[in-house]
Every structure is written in structure tokens, then in C-alpha cells.
């Protein structure tokens, strides 16, 4: 074997060996103990610890944070509540619906202003709702 052959078969045998590591772990970096059998896409059917499985697979599941803010609001845990619905509204800003709920959640808190904010914020993807439009309304009211 030549001194060029015998340089190119070193410099080509940690490439080998790195390009065969990377095949062998390419998968690894998705997080252990993924169940695809879980439908992170109908938050409602799910327990509580699997919505937050299905969060740690995707951070990005607006529907299973909506879900979480709802059932956290329910629960008057207001601030994760705030919390779930601050990242969906992260993720889309245009999210009407979300940004209702956020409204009436400051407004159950006493934020005013907040909620008169986040009311104007839904009615421009929700023209007409009668909800966020008694928020802006009454500022000054609290709801029951």
C-alpha cells in the first residue's frame, strides 16, 4: 500500500466510524418512551399526566396547552391557566378563541386593562363575538 492510500485510509476511518454512529442513534434524540398510540390531537379524552406527555413530545401542542389552561382554570389554578394560554397565543398570535378565554381569565383576576387588551385582540380574528365585545363594554364589571 501506498503512503497516499495508507493517509486516505486514515483520514477515511473516523469518517466511517462517525457516519455509522450517526446512523446507529439518528432516532435517540426523540425522548424515551414516546407512545404513538396517544392522540395528543383530542386533548379532551386525555388524563392530565399524558396531556403534559404529550407537551414533552411536541412543545409546540397548541391544542393540549389549550386544554391544560382550561382545565387549570377550572381548577383556579389562574396562573398556569395565564401561563397555557400565553404560549398558545406565542405560537398563534391569531388564536381568537384562546385569547377570549386569557380576557375573561384577567378579568376574573381583577386585570382590567388586560382584559380589555386581550378582548380587542380576539375580536380582530373574531368579528361580532358578543363575548369579548361585553368585556370591552364593561371594564369595570367583574364577572360572577
Request: with cysteine; glycine share 6%; aromatic share 4%.
Amino acid at each position: 500500500m501506498t503512503a497516499t492510500a495508507r493517509r486516505l485510509v486514515d483520514v477515511a476511518w473516523p469518517l466511517a466510524l462517525f457516519v455509522i454512529f450517526l446512523a446507529t442513534f439518528r432516532g435517540s434524540a426523540e425522548p424515551r418512551g414516546r407512545d404513538d398510540s396517544i392522540d395528543c390531537e383530542s386533548p379532551e379524552t386525555l388524563d392530565t399526566a399524558t396531556l403534559e406527555r404529550c407537551l414533552t413530545f411536541n412543545p409546540r401542542q397548541a391544542t393540549a396547552m389549550t386544554e391544560l389552561g382550561d382545565r387549570s382554570a377550572r381548577a383556579h389554578d389562574v396562573g398556569r391557566a395565564e401561563a397555557m394560554y400565553r404560549r398558545v397565543i406565542a405560537i398563534d398570535p391569531q388564536d381568537g378563541e384562546v385569547r377570549l378565554r386569557l380576557a375573561k381569565l384577567l378579568r376574573a383576576r381583577g386585570d382590567m386593562s388586560g382584559s380589555v387588551a386581550e378582548a380587542e385582540a380576539a375580536l380582530v380574528t373574531l368579528p361580532g363575538n358578543r363575548e369579548a365585545e361585553d368585556l370591552i363594554a364593561r371594564p369595570q364589571e367583574s364577572e360572577p
